[in-house]
């Protein structure tokens, strides 16, 4: 049984980091500065609007990944982990009662103050706000061609919104792909939009 928790803490834990490595690599192959921003926990939510479409199924694997690890950790995992990483110590780096009791005490004391400074030291890393935030800037619709790729929120003559990412466009139609409907594109004709809005990067204030 200890094994077994220890196996699914693991397994756990792998696949966070794995959909935490795709969000980074997702984040790079859009922009140098949205991955440098994906590598960084707290900020990196700055970036999921951007990548939510590329990225939802994995991070909701990693969300699963995460929640197994936490329940295998508070089912046994944890002290299993802590009593053999403790044992593991002990036999590798023998000492005697004085040296060793002496050490304890000098790492009591001077622990709390390293992880402080080492704390402070990752928080002034940090920017203190975000460098920049997404918003929809209004367009002519005419210039819905130059849109391709683009994330969009178009508001058709019967006011019906509809956001989501050009896919292509003809002569007549326009075709958007939503979120969540995988690799489905709706179409829309070009007659029936009254206004469009492209989603834009644009300096924090």
Do not use: C
């Not at 949205?34 to 951007?50: E, H, Q, R, S």
């Not at 982990?81 to 002990?90: C, E, K, L, N, R």
């Not at 400074?117 to 920049?132: F, I, V």
């Not at 995988?182 to 829309?188: D, R, S, T």
Request: aromatic residues 8%.
């Amino acid at each position: 049984m200890e094994l077994a928790v220890l196996i699914a803490a693991a397994i756990g834990i792998l696949l966070f980091a794995i959909s935490y490595l795709k969000f980074a690599f997702e984040g790079f192959r859009y922009h140098l500065i949205t991955g440098l921003l994906a590598l960084i926990p707290v900020v990196n939510l700055v970036a999921l609007p951007t990548l939510w479409d590329r990225t939802n199924r994995m991070l909701m694997i990693g969300l699963v990944g995460l929640g197994i690890a936490a329940g295998a950790w508070f089912a046994g995992a944890g002290k299993t982990f802590q009593s053999y990483w403790g044992g593991q110590t002990q036999v590798a780096t023998p000492v005697s009662g004085s040296n060793s009791s002496t050490a304890a005490g000098a790492n009591a004391s001077q622990s709390p103050t390293v992880n402080a400074a080492r704390n402070d030291t990752l928080l002034s890393m940090l920017p203190n706000k975000a460098l920049y935030r997404l918003d929809f800037e209004s367009a002519a619709p005419d210039q819905i061609t130059t849109f391709t790729g683009r994330i969009v929120r178009i508001t058709s003559a019967d006011h019906i919104v509809t956001d989501g990412r050009i896919q292509s466009v003809t002569p007549s139609s326009v075709f958007i792909e939503q979120s969540g409907d995988g690799h489905i594109a709706y179409e829309m004709m070009l007659s029936n939009i009254k206004s469009i809005e492209v989603m834009v990067k644009k300096a924090a204030r």
